[in-house]
């Protein structure tokens, strides 16, 4: 991993930010990208472990955080969502961001900071309806997300998810399908209370007529019903001593 240049601090500008993050670009980091299907138009090659080390050292500051995003560079997008301010992200600001998504990877980290803000439920409704590939993903994404760092919401709001999963269960197109997929397995890991409906929708999936709800859903049967996944979930159950 190249090591994050000196200089940088919660000083930084925008400008200063994107001048390193040019200056540590890899052409050759850029082609291996292309095999995990990351769209590298606008990447300039830097792993998300040094973008997370940058992040953490110029730390939060909400109003570089969207001229970072304005530049357009992936790696920039990526840092200006871990160092935005969730509570002060909208609605709005969101749908806008939303709209340039054009990469798996960008969808699902920025998806983790729209999980974060006070209007993820509006989003997640909102991004489902949207028939562009990567909008829809963000859907699910986000799901993933709020499931995982949600740890106080009650299980019955992700239960209610279940049915948008299956809605969209028979999208196609990859990015989607794939999403649909995540969110359905993380939802029937989150807890012993969720494990049974998650893994029965899985199951009714596996049935499908439809090629993309029946892969989506025999890959969650697989997962769901691993001795690893039943291990932990049973170790959730225990009360504590």
């Known amino acids: 991993m190249t090591p994050a240049p000196a200089g940088l601090s919660p000083a930084s500008t925008a400008a200063e930010i994107i001048a390193h993050l040019r200056a540590m670009g890899s052409e050759e980091n850029r082609q291996g990208m292309l095999r995990y299907g990351i769209k590298i138009d606008r990447a300039l090659g830097i792993s998300h472990g ?11 500051n909400h109003e570089r955080a969207f001229e970072l995003w304005s530049s357009g560079i992936m790696e920039a997008q990526f840092i200006a969502s871990v160092t935005a301010d969730p509570k002060r992200l909208t609605v709005e600001d969101a749908r806008v961001w939303a709209a340039s ?13 729209f999980a974060d803000t006070d209007c993820w439920r509006e989003l997640i409704e909102e991004f489902a309806k949207d028939e562009r ?26 239960e209610s998810y279940l049915p948008l999963i299956e809605q969209h269960s028979t999208d196609g197109r990859n990015f989607v399908k794939k999403a649909v997929n995540w969110a359905l397995r993380t939802l029937g890991k989150r807890s012993p209370v969720l494990h049974p ?11 499908s007529p ?18 690893k996944t039943l291990e932990r979930l049973t170790a959730k159950a225990k009360p504590l001593k």
């Open 50 to 60: 040094v973008q997370r080390d940058i992040a953490k050292r110029i730390t939060r």
């Open 197 to 207: 409906p998650a893994l029965a929708l899985a199951g009714k999936l596996a049935a």
């Open 101 to 113: 998504f054009d990469s798996w990877d960008i969808v699902d980290g920025v998806s983790d900071l």
């Open 133 to 158: 590939e990567f909008v829809r993903r963000t859907a699910f994404a986000m799901l993933c997300w709020a499931t995982v760092h949600r740890k106080k919401e009650p299980d019955a709001t992700f």
């Open 210 to 227: 439809d090629k993309s709800a029946r892969w989506i859903g025999k890959d969650a049967v697989r997962e769901l019903s691993a001795p």
